[in-house]
Each structure stands twice: as C-alpha cells, then as structure tokens.
C-alpha cells in the first residue's frame, strides 16, 4: 500500500491523468473495433 500511495501522491503532484487501483483488480484490454465478450485479449 506505501508504493500505491508514493504512486498517486507523484501522480496528483504533477496533475496526471492517472488514477492508482490496488490489486486485486482486472483490467479488460480490447480494441476499438470488437466486442468485450470478443476480446481477444482477455484469458479465462
């Protein structure tokens, strides 16, 4: 949790667009062009 916090704390610092999320946390990376439920990208 100190390195999440050290993270946001130089993000907000430097007015990035950036938000921090601890884990655990899934992140769905698709393409513009398909579907979430299509995504190649996703492992079950």
């Not at 610092?13 to 769905?28: R, S, T, W």
């Amino acid at each position: 949790m100190d390195i999440s916090y050290k993270i946001r704390q130089y993000i907000e610092n430097n007015n990035g667009p950036c938000e921090v999320y601890p884990a655990p946390f899934d992140v769905i990376l698709n393409n513009d062009n398909e579907e979430i439920e299509n995504s190649k990208n996703i492992h079950i």
